[in-house]
T-cell receptor, first 114, second 112 residues
């Protein structure tokens, strides 16, 4: 079956532009996570949804970052007024149920802010 | 807060060599521990996991044992292959949270 997909795979934005990154989780997966991975580092948590409810957004680095999952499936991570320090790979992961351990990761979107 | 410290890379080995990648953690309570692997151009994949002390996770010839006394979860493989070349991430899931905390990753290159 299809895994987690993300689009676009690569995005170049000029500083100050807004960007929207899309995540399609595995069908039927309840939980959805966004992580940010800087070059040479491990992923760092941004935010978590259970169905359409955003239960934890403690990792969002500033109020320029916003995520939504309005129908409990597809999610969008939006970054407003991008800055150079936003350059990173943004990873989406989903898991079947709230208490399952395994998170399935998408290939990521590489964002470069120039 | 919770954290994971991983062996610095990169690591370069010859085919059939023995592999160890060290991982130690700091966490409150009783976390679950994981190794994820990232092959070039692909997403992170779960390699193995252990959910309580003394558990051994294993998959594809890789093993790691959850050692509470040393707060470690070292990854080992007896004989690496070229196809094992990838970046390996140690991670923990605290008992009270849903999100993973990752180490910084270790790049492994296996030469034929």
């Amino acid at each position: 079956g299809a895994g987690v997909s993300q689009s676009p795979r690569y995005k170049v934005a000029k500083r100050g532009q807004d960007v929207a990154l899309r995540c399609d989780p595995i069908s039927g997966h309840v939980s959805l996570f966004w992580y940010q991975q800087a070059l040479g580092q491990g992923p760092e948590f941004l935010t978590y949804f259970q169905n359409e409810a955003q239960l934890d957004k403690s990792g969002l680095p500033s109020d320029r970052f916003f995520a939504e999952r309005p129908e409990g499936s597809v999610s969008t991570l939006k970054i407003q007024r991008t800055q150079q320090e936003d350059s990173a790979v943004y990873l989406c992961a989903s898991s079947l149920a709230e208490l399952t351990y395994e998170q399935y990761f998408g290939p990521g979107t590489r964002l470069t802010v120039t | 807060g919770d954290s994971v410290t991983q062996m610095e890379g990169p690591v370069t080995l010859s085919e059939e060599a023995f592999l160890t990648i060290n991982c130690t953690y700091t966490a409150t309570g009783y976390p679950s521990l994981f190794w994820y692997v990232q092959y070039p151009g692909e997403g992170l994949q779960l390699l193995l996991k252990a959910t309580k002390a003394d558990d051994k996770g294993s998959n594809k010839g890789f093993e790691a044992t959850y050692r509470k006394e040393t707060t470690s979860f070292h990854l080992e493989k007896g004989s690496v292959q070229v196809s094992d070349s990838a970046v390996y991430f140690c991670a923990l899931l605290p008992g009270s949270a849903r999100q993973l905390t990752f180490g910084s990753g270790t790049q492994l290159t296996v030469l034929p």
